[in-house]
């Protein structure tokens, strides 16, 4: 589990595509104290570690994620977020993250907001069902605040700190971000389904009972 709070930027050295793609991350700010079957949160995908060379991490992505996520995107020179799975005694700054990806978006447009900026991003039903306004969302790793919501998009604001801090920096409109809903979204849904089908089940009988 992690927290969408970015602990350093990595530049990716090498993607070796195959059964399953090699990619090798330059990540000075983690690999310290990083060891192999550690989970990394690779711009919000969860992926294993599995080699250490010096300032260099090497994780494994499945044709499975990378079809489900942006990753495949990925080329060498790239900046990738990184943050290292949350401890007991972690600081719980962001939000519940899980690294698993529900969708892919899209920059829309980037307008200045004061020092801020205004973001958009496109996305999919399986995470605008779960959006709300002053919610939590994840893009590419990183936990922002939406404020507020389209029919097929939505939009934060982006501190200079936060952009600095991250990829965010170097993208621009046109280029893909992976998305998470907030996960507690999904466990109200799970606990409400019951209820819901009952509900319309109800209505069924009585809509048959009238006619």
Not at 47 to 75: C, I, K, N, P, W
Request: charged letters at 25%; glycine letters at 10%; one cysteine or more.
């Amino acid at each position: 589990m992690f927290t969408g709070l970015v602990e350093g930027i990595g530049r990716i050295v090498f993607m070796e595509e195959g059964g399953m793609s090699r990619i090798s991350v330059s990540a000075a700010d983690l690999a310290e104290d990083a060891e192999i079957g550690d989970s990394i949160s690779v711009n919000g995908v969860c992926l294993t570690v599995s080699e250490v060379a010096g300032e260099t991490l090497v994780f494994y992505a499945m044709q499975e994620t990378l079809r489900r996520t942006a990753l495949g995107d990925l080329e060498e020179g790239y900046l990738v977020n990184l943050e290292r799975a949350m401890t007991l005694g972690s600081r719980f700054g962001g939000h519940i993250v899980q690294g698993h990806v529900d969708g892919v978006g899209e920059i829309l447009k980037v307008s200045p907001e004061g020092d801020a900026e205004i973001w958009e991003f496109s996305a999919p039903v399986e995470v605008l069902k779960y959006a709300v306004e002053k919610g939590s969302v994840c893009v590419d790793g990183i936990s922002l605040t939406l404020v507020s919501l389209g029919s097929r998009s939505f939009t934060v604001s982006i501190l200079p700190q936060t952009r600095d801090a991250t990829n965010l920096k170097v993208l621009a409109p046109g280029d893909r971000v992976n998305l998470e809903a907030d996960v507690i979204g999904k466990y109200v849904e799970r606990l409400l389904e019951p209820r819901l089908s009952k509900g319309l089940q109800t209505s069924e009988r009585r809509v048959e009972d009238a006619v």
